[in-house]
């Protein structure tokens, strides 16, 4: 798949819509399964993986379900193409480094992705938006049932085995991602974040594991899978989640108090957006987060118009570099996001 192909795919989580989207950008369901009959992907020969890969294409072609799939062999891939679809959160970032025989599926709804050879044989994951974690497990369970017949590694006592052993157990991981800038700029961020570890839950960035927390974006998901049921986990992160969902809000109240200085900062925000020539990532993440702080607080116009997920996409370098049609150097990169965000600006 090209790169003009991946930027058709539409995605679900980044149209702003389902329970509390107003704070709860996304869920995300992913589990982990491993071929009983291959070594894990860390010990497996190139030839295991690649038997690995096989199968798991046959399972799924011969599938009505996954009619409308793409396989995508990532080695196969261009740079950009890569890029575009960690950006896009259809393959982790760690995808991007491993073994020659990685192999992606994706639908055409942009919902489901299956990475093959990633840590484990098979990461099934399925991404939504809103708060929609028991719609996602329930199409992520659809899709295990079936890949069943691969002969998944399954222990009586300790659940599915997984190469990691923080995975072991029911291999479900589900996250939350969530715009929490009230909270941030009320300094609460480092205290939830500990309160969630002693929960059992980890506060990571917007793309996962090793990522910083960008334009108030967190990602909420259980520590480990071992010891409770898949309904449980649910119930768990969804509570949490939640609960944050409620803790902005009354954040962003007190915050509302003092509009004027509240105001200020959001229409310099727009100000930035508007008129800058250059701006990098992490400056324009910022200063989005905050605009739709503004459009969710029903500042009105212009807040209310700004397609936040489709520019929250757009920014990214991938994205950047994808739309003009060319490599382009780091300050090449921020004058064209800038152009972009202007253009996008002056359509509202």
Same mark, same amino acid.
């Given at each position: ?28 369901? %992913?589990?982990? %399964?491993?071929?009983?009959?291959? *070594?894990?992907? &860390? %010990?497996?020969?190139?030839? $295991? ?8 294409? =046959? ?8 009619? =409308? ?6 080695? =196969? ?5 890569? @890029? ?13 480094? @491993? ?8 639908? +055409?709804? @942009? ?6 050879? $990633?840590?484990? #044989? ?13 719609? +996602? ?15 998944? /590694?399954?222990?009586?006592?300790? @659940?599915?085995?997984?190469?990691? *052993?923080?995975?072991?157990? &029911?291999? !479900? ?5 969530? #715009?929490?800038? /009230? ?22 960035? /917007?793309?996962?594991?090793?990522? &910083? ?37 009354? +954040? ?8 004027? &200085? ?12 508007? #008129? ?6 992490? $400056?324009?993440? =910022? ?11 029903? !500042? ?6 700004? *397609? ?10 991938? #994205? ?5 049609? %060319? ?11 800038? $152009? ?9």
């Amino acid at each position: 798949m090209d790169a003009e192909g991946i930027l058709s795919l539409p995605l679900a989580w980044a149209e702003g819509k389902g329970n509390s989207a107003d704070v709860i950008v996304s869920s995300r369901v %992913r589990l982990a %399964r491993n071929l009983d009959r291959f *070594p894990f992907v &860390t %010990r497996a020969t190139p030839e $295991e993986r690649k038997s690995v890969a096989e199968a798991v294409r =046959e399972a799924i072609e011969s599938e009505p379900l996954f009619r =409308e799939c793409t396989c995508c062999p990532v080695c =196969e891939l261009e740079a950009l193409s890569r @890029g575009l679809l960690v950006e896009r959160r259809l393959m982790s970032p760690g995808f991007l480094k @491993g073994c020659p025989e990685r192999v992606l599926f994706i639908d +055409a709804k @942009g919902i489901v992705s299956v990475m093959v050879n $990633e840590e484990d #044989h098979l990461r099934i994951q399925v991404l939504l938006g809103g708060l929609a974690l028991c719609e +996602a497990s329930r199409i992520a369970s659809s899709i295990d049932r079936i890949l069943t017949r691969l002969g998944f /590694a399954f222990d009586s006592e300790f @659940g599915f085995l997984t190469t990691c *052993p923080t995975n072991v157990g &029911t291999g !479900l991981r589900a996250s939350v991602m969530l #715009h929490l800038p /009230a909270l941030k700029m009320s300094h609460a961020m480092p205290e939830i974040i500990a309160q969630s570890g002693r929960l059992g839950l980890v506060v990571r960035g /917007a793309y996962g594991e090793g990522t &910083t927390s960008a334009g108030s974006l967190y990602q909420v998901s259980n520590q480990v899978t071992l010891g409770l049921s898949p309904e449980e986990l649910i119930e768990k992160v969804e509570a949490i989640a939640s609960r944050l969902a409620e803790q902005e809000g009354r +954040a962003r109240d007190v915050l509302l108090k003092g509009q004027k &200085t509240l105001e200020d900062r959001l229409w310099r925000a727009w100000g930035t957006l508007s #008129h800058a020539r250059r701006i990098g990532l992490s $400056e324009a993440m =910022e200063c989005l987060s905050l605009v739709r702080m503004g459009q969710e607080a029903g !500042l009105g116009a212009p807040f209310n118009k700004m *397609p936040w997920g489709r520019l929250f996409l757009d920014i990214q370098p991938g #994205h950047v570099q994808a739309r003009t049609g %060319r490599q382009l150097s780091e300050e090449e990169t921020e004058v064209a996001r800038a $152009e972009l965000i202007r253009n996008a600006l002056a359509q509202l």
